[in-house]
């Protein structure tokens, strides 16, 4: 996400000093949404950052890996920050916080347990928001070439002439 | 008369489609001295072209037409824009095949005889028989250069294969190897050996394994007696006020429509868009659709029971690397009402990449539990279940009226109910294929449900009585004398078998018979 960083052209200093903790995990000022370590951070023109970072929460809790970094799951979402899409997103993640705020919470992002923010997507499953982000996220989780390797997947191998000489069976524990 | 022929040459044969069936017809016919056009809906797309990764591939070869569906299987709700996973480009599916190439067993041919009546079910016998195919297998195989046939060794066997392996013959299955498949265990026709590189799903880029896309088509080509038409989507079929056919309209690569005359037309467009163009070349003579007076045009649509088991293991299997689906256990393809059903069904290796597993292993599902499942995909096997399944009457490819595909014509919409025989055999199936994995220390196994149909059947079935399907035994239409089907549309029922060195082999015979009566002066 440097690239993000190196547009907005911000240091992670001075990021994090234009910024305040969301939850747990994000940091978001004026226009952007970061790591609260601001290992990375996105700017953000139509939707609100809270939105974005919200979102962000929202696909890692629709297919949570435990071992793939937030980056990836910013890159599957980034592209609803669009003007076209920016009404329904915020609408959807609008429901998503009253339905933490029924059950005590001040927002989605307030809910500390992965259960209970589940509850909430659970809750919202049929609707056309949460299915928008599921489905997408098939593709622009689990379609990066980059996030292909933390699941040990080579991808193309016609380049390296196959695995005839690179074991194709070199299963050595049966 | 060489190629490329006149638009109003009526001497030709018409062929549309240029997979199994239509590509191998139009090859094997031009061997033999006949004028073909065949007129193919997809671009032409060569090994150079093929890509290694998943969606890249899907957008350049899938057929993705507008399409509906309708019925209680789950491709309905998960997919219900994409009944099927076929291609649009010269070749068709046999660019896209994972290049299983297994005869029918001598009973599949005689279901009804041998099932006996089965409740809800359109059972028919075949017109032919094993023996009558025998001699056509032989060349198909040969064409093909189907391993373990023929005196061609086996492919070798790959991580995956080796997992399956092992677990078959811990469950105590005798019949495991590493199939009768169309892909060169050994440099032969031209073509060269497999280098295990996986993607046998998005077109062999070695050419190893048979694709009519560089072998039958290109060969015919050299004949001077074949033209292939590309974005050529063929629209109606049209007859003169005898009945008898005159020739297609279809819609160039601009759009435009044009009209070529035929001697002979052969349709070969898949099952689900062959029914579609016959109903939708519907006339005043021909109020219900061509060659349909027994009602059975786009009935008893088959697509294989078909379902997957995955599992997961404490360490890495890597099974994307090399061959697809080079792996079988045939212990179950056997007919033994016993297990509670009639028919059987094949076990084969299969692997999928990361994007499609995320995309197929429990469509729809979301959550730790899914998300566990994915990051073990480097320890995962997994295996295709395939069987026979029941052709109901009521699954059937329509007409849907108010879904226009982009040259206005009808979609067709895809309906289909599993019978209580396929639901019977996939429950044993997932069964029998768990336990092939946990007799080798899976952790965790997945019964995973069937994918958007790869193998479609039946839509235009062969019968011996005119009133119970739509061809002959040669693939001639009862009803119509010079319009023929050629593809897996002809099939009367559907076998546990992968089809296409079927379809191979009915087309290879097909091309004998339209050359011998068009020599006879009867076509």
């Known amino acids: 996400m440097t690239d993000v960083l190196d547009r907005t052209s911000m240091t992670r200093r001075s990021l994090l000093k234009q910024s305040v903790a969301l939850g747990v995990t994000f940091a978001v000022g004026g226009s952007f949404v970061a790591a609260n370590n601001a290992a990375w951070a996105l700017e953000v023109k139509h939707l609100k950052p809270s939105t974005m970072a919200t979102l962000i929460q929202m696909a890692r809790d629709i297919y949570p890996h435990d071992h793939v970094g937030d980056e990836y799951y910013v890159t599957a979402v980034k592209g609803y920050d669009d003007a076209k899409k920016a009404a329904s997103v915020e609408e959807g993640i609008s429901s998503l916080n009253a339905a933490a705020r029924k059950k005590g919470f001040k ?68 | 008369m060489t190629a490329p022929f006149k638009k109003n040459d009526d001497s030709v044969v018409v062929i549309i489609g240029t997979g199994a069936g239509g590509g191998v017809l139009a090859n094997e016919l031009a061997q033999r001295g006949v004028s073909v056009v065949s007129l193919e809906a997809g671009k032409r797309h060569l090994p150079e072209d093929y890509i290694n990764d998943e969606w890249a591939s899907f957008g350049q070869l899938a057929w993705l037409d507008a399409r509906t569906t309708s019925g209680d299987w789950r491709v309905a709700t998960d997919f219900s824009g994409l009944p099927t996973w076929i291609v649009k480009a010269v070749g068709g599916a046999t660019v896209h095949w994972a290049g299983a190439s297994l005869r029918f067993q001598p009973h599949e041919w005689k279901a009804k005889t041998n099932y006996g009546a089965v409740s809800g079910a359109n059972l028919l016998d075949w017109p032919i028989d094993s023996k009558e195919m025998a001699p056509w297998y032989k060349k198909a195989e040969d064409k093909l250069g189907v391993t373990r046939t023929g005196g061609r060794k086996g492919l070798p066997g790959n991580n995956n294969f080796k997992v399956f392996e092992a677990g078959a013959k811990k469950l105590g299955y005798k019949y495991v190897h590493t199939g009768r498949m169309a892909i060169n265990a050994e440099d032969y ?65 601009n759009g435009k429509e044009q009209m070529q005359k035929a001697r002979i037309v052969c349709v070969a467009g898949n099952s689900i868009e062959s029914p579609r163009l016959l109903l939708n070349s519907a006339s005043s003579k021909f109020p219900d659709g061509l060659a349909n007076s027994s009602g059975q045009v786009g009935r008893n649509y088959m697509r294989h029971m078909t379902g997957s088991v995955y599992a997961n293991f404490e360490k890495p299997v890597k099974m994307w690397r090399g ?51 994915l990051d073990s995909y480097e320890n995962m ?107 897996g549309s002809q099939f009367t029922t559907g076998a546990a078998e992968n089809p296409t060195l079927t379809i191979v082999a009915l087309a290879i015979r097909q091309a004998d018979h339209i050359a011998k009566e068009m020599g006879r002066k009867n076509l």
């Not at chain 1, 689990?142 to 080579?154: A, I, R, S």
């Not at chain 2, 048979?210 to 080509?221: H, K, L, N």
């Not at chain 2, 109910?417 to 019977?424: F, G, M, R």
């Not at chain 2, 235009?460 to 009133?467: F, I, L």
């Open chain 2, 381 to 487: 096997a997994g295996m295709w279940l395939v069987g026979e399944d029941m052709p109901q009457e009521t699954n059937r490819v329509s007409l849907n009226h108010d879904v226009k595909d982009q040259f206005g014509l009808p979609a067709p919409n895809v309906h289909f109910d599993d019978h209580p025989n396929d639901i019977a055999m996939r429950n044993h199936a997932y069964k029998q294929g768990t336990a092939v994995y946990e007799a080798v220390g899976a952790t965790r196994t997945f019964p995973t449900p069937p994918y958007p149909s790869t193998h479609n059947l039946g839509t235009n079935r062969m019968s011996k009585n005119p009133r119970d399907g739509v061809v002959n035994k040669w693939g001639q239409t009862h009803d119509i004398k010079n319009l023929f089907i050629s593809d």
């Open chain 2, 189 to 253: 026709d031209g073509r060269t050996s497999c280098q295990q590189v996986g993607f046998c799903f998005q077109g062999c880029k070695y050419g190893a394994k048979w694709s009519a896309a560089y072998t039958d088509i290109p060969r015919g080509e050299a004949t001077g007696n074949l033209e292939v038409r590309e974005q050529s989507q063929v629209l109606r079929i049209e007859h003169d006020r005898s009945g008898k056919i005159t020739g297609v309209v279809y819609a160039d690569k």
């Open chain 1, 107 to 174: 927002s989605y992002l307030d809910m500390g347990w992965e259960r209970d923010r589940v509850d909430v997507l659970r809750s919202l499953e049929k609707s056309k928001f949460f299915q928008t982000v599921r489905g997408g996220l098939i593709t622009g989780l689990y379609n990066q070439k980059t996030v292909w390797p933390l699941f040990g997947y080579e991808g193309e191998s016609y380049s390296k002439g196959g695995y005839i000489d690179r074991g194709f069976d070199d299963i050595n524990w049966l």
């Open chain 2, 323 to 373: 061959t697809t689906m080079a792996g079988i256990i045939t212990d179950e393809s056997r007919h033994d009402p016993s297990r509670g059903f009639v028919g059987g069904y094949e076990m084969e290796t299969l692997s999928i990449g990361l994007p499609f597993m995320a995309a197929f292993l429990d469509p729809g599902s979301w959550g730790r539990e899914f998300a566990t499942a």
